[in-house]
């Protein structure tokens, strides 16, 4: 594992790295959206991308840079659901065994979607275990690869192509500046890749944090100037967003991060409900929750160009159909 940090020209390398294997996804526009907030949003989606979620690009920029004997003996990762997909996709792609460590809530969905992809699941019981150590124990003992969720410079880069593709997706669209983008964070490895190339290419753009109300230590970090996580509470509906505090490399990154808004699981669900009425789309409530944060009107959308990162759409179907129903009670 390489000690370098991740920086923009890895970004680029990173997209030269997954072209023609992960999926370039759509930025599209809704114009009942737009009527709705008096602006223009355009939205990412990376519920179409390979596995269902962003995730797929830095797995795939990480586990295709390994040797020969490296693929040998495999690649362990610990994720609560889409980097471990993404994972055992790009493992399979490249022809190394890969064994996921995941946490024993994980929706059903994203634990088959991993076994789908040929990866073996650990459970382990994230209120009380630790998955860094378990994964770090079966990498020694098998020799494997870590694949961290995000704090690794690959995986942070190969996130980033996202914001790569969306400006080069916004002109063709009739877009100029975009005046802020929305995105989710756990770990902080999207959110760090995207303000990685924003830096570079459009540091105008307010590049604003969105987190569920629950797990803001990305918000609390940037308000201490530190890296801090949150209480243990209630667990949220956003699964792929509950990550303990942010990455020791993605932090430092996400410092330039223009805002830090949180949001309730009500919320996430109706923009969750939006999503499949309105945009006809299947988004999971972590990947929704920019989405929210405008809909709840705690991001001014009004007279702005605002990009949203969907950045996931591997939902439980018991859930999701409790949102669309009208019987979700969050």
């Not at 390994?66 to 693929?71: G, H, P, S, V």
């Not at 190969?158 to 400006?167: D, R, S």
């Not at 409900?273 to 001014?300: D, I, N, T, W, Y």
Request: aromatic share 6%.
């Amino acid at each position: 594992m390489t000690h370098r940090l991740p920086s923009y020209e890895g970004v680029l390398d990173a997209a030269r790295q997954i072209e023609g294997v992960a999926v370039r996804t759509p930025l599209i526009e809704s114009p009942a959206l737009n009527a709705r907030l008096g602006g223009r949003v355009l939205m990412k989606a990376e519920t179409l991308q390979r596995a269902g979620a962003f995730k797929f690009r830095g797995a795939y920029n990480r586990i295709s840079r390994l040797d020969e004997d490296e693929r040998r003996r495999g690649v362990v990762a610990f994720s609560s659901g889409n980097h471990a997909q993404g994972v055992a996709a790009a493992a399979r792609l490249v022809g190394t065994p890969a064994i996921i460590v995941m946490p024993a809530d994980s929706p059903a969905v994203k634990v088959e979607g991993v076994r789908s992809f040929g990866g073996e699941v650990r459970f382990y019981d994230r209120w009380s275990e630790s998955r860094e150590a378990i994964g770090a124990a079966i990498a020694e003992e098998r020799g494997s690869v870590l694949v961290p969720p995000f704090d690794d410079p690959f995986v942070i880069e190969g996130q980033g192509t996202t914001a790569l593709e969306l400006l080069e997706q916004t002109p063709l669209l009739g877009g100029g500046a975009i005046d802020q983008l929305l995105c989710g964070a756990s770990g902080g490895g999207l959110i760090a890749g995207i303000n990685l190339v924003m830096a570079e290419r459009s540091s105008e753009t307010r590049v604003t944090v969105v987190e569920p109300e629950a797990f803001d230590d990305t918000a609390r970090s940037l308000a201490a100037g530190a890296r801090v996580g949150h209480p243990q509470g209630a667990p949220s509906i956003c699964d792929a967003l509950m990550a303990p505090t942010p990455g020791e490399l993605t932090f430092p990154i996400n410092r330039r991060c223009a805002g830090a808004l949180t949001v309730s699981d009500a919320e996430v669900a109706e923009a969750v409900a939006f999503a499949f009425r309105q945009l006809k789309l299947v988004v999971e409530p972590g990947g929704a929750v920019g989405l929210a944060a405008l809909l709840s009107g705690k991001a001014e959308a009004k007279d702005r160009t605002t990009v949203v990162v969907l950045s996931g759409g591997n939902v439980d179907p018991s859930l999701f159909a409790a949102i669309i129903e009208g019987r979700f009670g969050g």
